[in-house]
C-alpha cells in the first residue's frame, strides 16, 4: 500500500513541497523514503498538468548514478510505461539522454571493478540500462507525434554514441531494438 492510498491527501503538491528537501538528503534512507512518496504522489488518478509537471522536474534534478534505479520507477510510473508525457514533452528527451549518459558511466565503472573482481554475477547497472533502452523504444513509439524531430534525432545520436563506445554485445542488442 503506498502512502498516499493509507494517508489520502487533497492537495498532493502541498506534501510534496513539504517532503521534496528529501530527494537532496545524503542520507540513502532519506533519499529512498524522498522517492517511495513521490512514487506514491505520482499513481494518484487524475493529476493535474501542473502537479504532473512538478512531480517531473523532482524527477529530472536528481542526477545521482547510485539513484537512478528510484528515479527510473518513479518516472516510468508518471508516464505510464512512456504512453504519458502530458505536460513535460518538450524535457523528456534531454532527461532520456542524460540519463543515459549517466547509466552508461555508471555500466561501464561497474564493469570495470567486476573485471578487477574477477567477479562473475550479474550487474544491476546492466539491468538499468537495458530497462532505459526499452523505455527509450517505448517512449518514442507512444509519442511520436508529441516529439520534435530534434528530440528524436537527439535519442538517436545517443544511442549510435553509446554503441560506438561499448564493448558488450548484449548493449549493441539493445541498442538496435532502440533503432
Excluded at 77 to 106: H, M, Q, W
Amino acid at each position: 500500500m503506498s502512502y498516499t492510498e493509507e494517508y489520502p491527501v487533497n492537495n498532493v503538491l502541498i506534501l510534496w513541497s513539504a517532503a521534496s528537501d528529501l530527494l537532496d538528503e545524503d542520507s540513502s534512507e532519506a533519499t529512498q523514503a524522498g522517492y517511495a512518496l513521490l512514487k506514491s504522489c505520482v499513481q494518484l488518478p487524475d493529476l493535474t498538468p501542473l502537479e504532473r509537471s512538478v512531480f517531473f522536474k523532482a524527477i529530472s534534478r536528481g542526477q545521482n548514478c547510485k539513484d537512478f534505479d528510484l528515479r527510473f520507477e518513479v518516472l516510468h510510473e508518471l508516464t505510464n510505461g512512456g504512453r504519458n508525457v502530458e505536460a513535460f514533452e518538450s524535457y523528456v528527451a534531454p532527461l532520456i539522454t542524460t540519463s543515459l549518459d549517466s547509466c552508461f558511466k555508471a555500466v561501464r565503472e561497474a564493469r570495470k571493478a567486476k573485471k578487477q573482481k574477477r567477479s562473475s554475477p550479474t550487474l544491476k547497472e546492466d539491468g538499468d540500462l537495458a530497462q532505459l533502452f526499452q523505455y527509450i523504444v517505448d517512449i518514442t513509439r507512444f509519442n511520436s507525434k508529441v516529439f520534435k524531430e530534434e528530440d528524436v534525432e537527439l535519442l538517436l545520436n545517443k544511442s549510435w554514441e553509446f554503441a560506438r563506445k561499448t564493448t558488450q554485445e548484449a548493449d549493441i542488442e539493445a541498442i538496435h531494438q532502440d533503432l
